[in-house]
């Protein structure tokens, strides 16, 4: 069961990214006053959770519905990771776990960033929802792995909310290069875990 939960932590961190979530909620908030930041970040850690929480839970529904079978979901998520992974490793910003140029500049001008861009796509994008959908789904209804599974979500969350709270001095103290580190960092981890999701896949189909 550690083992369920190592996998799904690193992967939700990693698609997730809470330290560029927190790099670029200091970016868009520098005028805000403390106070207004606090409510900000729990709003949008709070949405971000349920839309999560929703993909996580109904997600197979939703599989089973369109006749997508778990090996092909394993490998389209294995794909959408690795890509992901890659665009960590060469510390590019990416739309499956960030918001694009075009959405922070339209961000930029908006009061209230809890919902967009804040909740999704930075937390809940492209990337955290397959996840989330692809490990309920390889938990294969056992109730024990899919709590474990929530729980890593839960937990990559609080953390999230922590480094959005201390967004301005963390990025005075590990600076772009620190963050870039752990970014390549954990995008190896993720590439490692998407081939073995794209793996598992091809066996589970019988292709091989």
Known sequence: MLETFIIAFTT???TIAPFDVAA???ALTPNINVKSRYAIAVKGVIISGIILLLFAIFGNF???????????????GGILLLLIG??????????GTSATKE????AITSQDISVFPLATPLIA?????GAAILLMANAMDQLLQEIIIICS????????????LIATRLQQYIKLTGMNVISRIMGVLLSALAVQFMIDGIIQSGLI
């Open 86 to 95: 890659i665009d960590m490793v060469f510390a590019r910003s990416s739309g």
């Open 103 to 106: 959405e922070v500049d339209e």
């Open 12 to 14: 939700f961190f990693a």
């Open 62 to 76: 939703v599989l089973n519905a369109l006749g997508i079978s778990l090996a092909a979901l394993k490998i389209a």
């Open 125 to 129: 994008g492209p990337g955290s929802m």
């Open 24 to 26: 670029v909620f200091a």
């Open 153 to 164: 979500l839960l937990a990559v969350l609080i953390i999230t909310l922590v480094l959005l």
